[in-house]
C-alpha cells in the first residue's frame, strides 16, 4: 500500500473542509489495520451488518470526513482461523468515485503481485490526474434546498441476484411492451438500465412523486477521452421524476434513462459538467413541491474490477460491497463474482423492504 500511495498520494493526504477542492499533504498516511479473527471464514455470509465488521473504525464507503484530521482512506486485512483472508478497504467519496476506487485497488494488487511499480501489468493501472487551472471556479455543494438524499430513520440493506438470464427475460419484456405500439422508443436496453427501472418502480409504489437518480461516468464523453484510471467523482447524475404509475412502466424508465444519457454526451469538459450541475440545480430548484420529493439512487458499479483483484493468490472467492454507516434509499449494482448477473445491494426503510422484498415481479426476475 506504501509504494501505491505514492502514486495515490491525494489519498494519504487529509481534506481542510468537507467543501474543499484540494487536499493538504501532510505525511500523516492513512490507517493500516491487521486483525485475527477466531472464527472461521463463512463464504455464504457477507451481509452489510457482518462485512461492515471487517472494516477499520466501522466505516466502509463514507461521504464526510468527521473532520480534517481523519483519513480518507482506511483497509484492515482479516486474518481468519481457517488461512482464509479478507481484504477491506474503506475510500471517502469525496476524493474519489467506484471508478476511482477500482482503480486505486487494482494498482495496489498488482504492486503487491509482481513487487514493482514499474512492472508492465502495474502501469496500466497508474492514476491519471486532471490539470486544472489554478483560477478554475469550484461551485460550492449545492443547497440543502434542493439535495434530495431520503433517508431511513430504520433503514435495512438486502441482496437480490439477477442472473444475466433472468435479466435477457426482461429486456425482451420492456421491448415487447414497445413492439405492442408504444410511442416510446428505446433502443437496445441493457442490464443495467432494465434493471434500475425494475428497482425503482418496485419502490416507487406509494410514493407519487419519486425522483430517480442514476449516476453516469463521464470519462469517455470528455474531449480527448479520459482513461479509465482518471482520479476524482467524473461522473453526473440522470434525473427521472415521476408523479403517477403510469410514468414507472418499465419501458417508460428505460426511455427516460437513456434519454438522459444521451444528454449527457454533449458533456465533453470540466466547465461543461460544471454548467450541468447548475442547470440541474436550477431545474430542481423550480420544481413545484420538490421538497416532497422522495428519491432513489441507483448506482452501478459493474464492469469494474472488483471481481479480478489479485494480490497474488487469484481471484477473490467473493468480492462484495458494504455501506456503514448508510441510511440513503437507493440500490448499488455489482457484478456477480463468476460475472453471470448482476447483484443488487438495496437499502430502504424497514416497512418498504417488507413490501419491496415480497414483489411478485421483482421476484419472477430474481434468484433469491
Given at each position: ?71 480518507l482512506l482506511g483497509v484492515q486485512v482479516n ?289 433469491n
Amino acid at each position: 500500500m506504501s509504494h501505491s500511495l505514492t502514486r495515490y498520494y491525494p489519498f494519504a493526504c487529509r481534506l481542510p473542509s468537507s467543501a474543499s477542492p484540494y487536499t493538504q499533504c501532510n505525511d500523516e498516511g492513512v490507517v493500516f489495520v491487521e486483525a485475527k479473527h477466531d472464527s472461521q471464514m463463512n463464504m455464504s455470509q457477507h451481509d452489510n451488518d457482518t462485512v461492515g465488521q471487517l472494516f477499520v473504525d466501522g466505516l466502509s464507503w463514507w461521504q464526510h470526513p468527521p473532520n480534517k484530521r481523519d483519513n480518507l482512506l482506511g483497509v484492515q486485512v482479516n486474518h481468519f482461523a481457517c488461512g482464509g483472508i479478507a481484504v477491506a478497504l474503506a475510500m471517502s467519496h469525496l476524493i474519489g468515485d467506484g471508478c476511482t476506487f477500482g482503480s486505486l485497488m487494482s494498482h495496489w494488487a498488482s504492486v503487491t503481485r509482481y513487487s514493482s511499480l514499474d512492472h508492465k501489468n502495474v502501469l496500466p493501472f497508474n492514476p491519471y490526474s486532471i490539470q486544472v487551472h489554478p483560477t478554475t471556479d469550484f461551485h460550492a455543494p449545492p443547497s440543502e434546498d434542493v439535495v434530495l438524499h431520503t433517508t431511513c430513520a430504520n433503514p435495512v440493506t438486502r441482496k437480490f441476484v439477477f442472473t444475466n438470464s433472468k435479466l435477457s427475460d426482461l429486456k425482451n419484456k420492456v421491448l415487447a411492451t414497445v413492439e405492442d405500439g408504444s410511442t416510446i422508443s428505446i433502443n437496445k436496453p441493457t442490464r443495467v438500465e432494465v434493471l434500475t427501472s425494475l428497482l425503482y418502480k418496485t419502490w416507487a409504489i406509494g410514493h407519487k412523486k419519486s425522483l430517480l437518480t442514476f449516476p453516469v461516468n463521464l470519462r469517455s464523453k470528455f474531449v480527448p477521452k479520459l482513461p479509465q484510471t482518471a482520479v476524482g467523482n467524473l461522473g453526473l447524475g440522470v434525473l427521472v421524476m415521476t408523479k403517477h404509475d403510469s410514468e414507472t412502466s418499465l419501458h417508460v424508465l428505460v426511455s427516460k434513462i437513456q434519454k438522459g444519457k444521451m444528454e449527457l454526451e454533449g458533456v465533453k469538459s470540466l466547465q461543461q459538467v460544471s454548467e450541468s450541475i447548475d442547470s440541474i440545480v436550477s431545474r430542481l430548484s423550480k420544481e413545484e413541491g420538490i421538497e416532497k420529493y422522495k428519491e432513489f439512487s441507483c448506482s452501478s458499479l459493474c464492469g469494474l474490477p472488483f471481481n479480478k483483484v489479485d494480490f497474488g493468490w487469484g481471484n477473490p472467492a467473493v468480492a462484495c460491497l458494504t455501506f456503514r454507516p448508510r441510511k440513503s434509499v437507493g440500490s448499488f449494482l455489482i457484478d456477480t463474482p463468476c460475472g453471470d448477473g448482476i447483484e443488487a445491494w438495496v437499502t430502504l426503510e424497514t416497512q418498504d423492504m417488507e413490501r419491496f422484498q415480497t414483489d411478485e415481479e421483482l421476484l419472477s426476475f430474481c434468484q433469491n
